[in-house]
Every structure is written in C-alpha cells, then in structure tokens.
T-cell receptor, first 113, second 110 residues
Framework: EAQVTQNPRYLITVTGKKLTVTCSQN?????MSWYRQDPGLGLRQIYY???????DKGDVPEGYKVSRKEKRNFPLILESPSPNQTSLYFC????????????FGPGTRLTVL | EDQVTQSPEALRLQEGESSSLNCSYT??????LFWYRQDPGKGPEFLFT???AGEEKEKERLKATLTKKESFLHITAPKPEDSATYLC???????????FGTGTRLKVLA
C-alpha cells in the first residue's frame, strides 16, 4: 500500500531536549516536505527537499533542521525545542514530474513543555 | 506578498442544503490552485487542481471553479460524511513552495 508514515504520532517533551520526527515514504517520490499546522494559521511549510541531498527552506524554518540522505526518508530535527514549536506536524510527498498532488502523512502532535 | 484567504471559517449545513466555500488568492502568476479535504486527526487529502480561469472540476457532490482572483468549492446536496475541513493552496515563489489557506470547517447535520 502506498503510504507516508510518521513517527512518533504523539510526543510530549521538555524545552531543550533534542528530538527527531521521522517521515518515510514507499512511493519513490523525489519531493518531500514538512509542514506545521496551528489554529488560525493553517498549514505552513517548514522545509522541503527536491531530491537526495537537496533541501530548501520554507516559510518557517527557524528552529528546525532536516536531512535527506536517502530518497525514502526525510527526518525533521528539533535541536533545542521550545514551547512555540508545540504544533501538529505533517510530512508530504509529491510524485516525480508533478507539482500538484501532495500525499500527506497522518501527522505528529508535538507538545513542548 | 503571496496570500490565500478562505471564507467562511466555519459552516453548518443541513443535509441536502447546497452551499459554496470561497478561496481568494493573491499570487503573481498563478501556477495552479489546489483543494484538499482534511478529516479530524488526519492529514489533508488531495481533491482537485485548477490551472486557469474558467476551469471546473467535479467529484461526487463537489465542484471546484476558478476565476482570476478566487476559487469556489460548491457542495451540492451535502451528506454528513462531507463534514471536514476544506483547504485550498497555491504554489508560492519557487517551484515547490506552497501556501495554504486556514481552511473552512464544514459540518453537515443529518
């Protein structure tokens, strides 16, 4: 089954404790992206990757890092999380040759205390 | 600045009561407008892409239309299972940057 998976689905942590949210896809898509979703602000793009070792900033990259060492995985790294990074995070992919249909993961709800 | 605005924020309909959701956009050189459906606790699910003014696309009870300044998502004779948040998005500057609206929360009552 074609899918985008995220882990963990729920995470409660404390300020300053480094964490990684993983995203994996089995569709061989080149493009992957991370979003955060906050009430009243909608989905905002954090980082995206056009291919292995190629990443770029979205609209809200501050406080986040990403890496794309292999095509199927695109982890989101919070080196020193802060309470303002409490949010619902989504990973998304786009098939090769397309720019419209994004396939979203199930989401990761992060709470930073 | 590229911007997407959706209205209304929330909408309650009786089953069978048709209505429309609005998505207005400000972007230089539209390269597509996308509609997504998002159920509670889930990721958005792709519905439609529209590329040019006058274009229309349909899927079951949903029809999306596009003008030069806005898009409408028409819901005809909705059912309770159509209850969801509907999001629209446009590509921003750069090929793979996307700007989403804040969505319309639709509730269809039986």
């Amino acid at each position: 089954e074609a899918q985008v998976t995220q882990n963990p689905r729920y995470l409660i942590t404390v300020t300053g404790k480094k964490l990684t949210v993983t995203c994996s896809q089995n569709m061989n898509h080149e493009y992957m992206s991370w979003y955060r979703q906050d009430p009243g602000l909608g989905l905002r793009q954090i980082y995206y990757s056009m291919n292995v070792e190629v990443t770029d900033k979205g609209d809200v990259p501050e406080g986040y890092k990403v890496s794309r060492k292999e095509k199927r995985n695109f982890p989101l790294i919070l080196e020193s999380p802060s309470p303002n990074q409490t949010s619902l995070y989504f990973c998304a992919t786009i098939p090769q040759g397309s720019t419209d249909t994004q396939y979203f993961g199930p989401g990761t709800r992060l709470t930073v205390l | 600045e590229d911007q997407v605005t959706q209205s209304p924020e929330a909408l309650r309909l009786q089953e069978g009561e048709s209505s429309s959701l609005n998505c207005s956009y400000t972007v230089s050189g539209l390269r597509g407008l996308f509609w997504y459906r998002q159920d509670p606790g889930k990721g958005p699910e792709f519905l439609f892409t529209l590329y040019s003014a006058g274009e229309e696309k349909e899927k079951e009870r949903l029809k999306a239309t596009l003008t030069k300044k806005e898009s409408f998502l028409h819901i005809t004779a909705p059912k309770p299972e159509d209850s969801a948040t509907y999001l629209c998005a446009v590509p921003g500057s750069g090929t793979y940057k996307y700007i989403f609206g804040t969505g319309t929360r639709l509730k269809v009552l039986a």
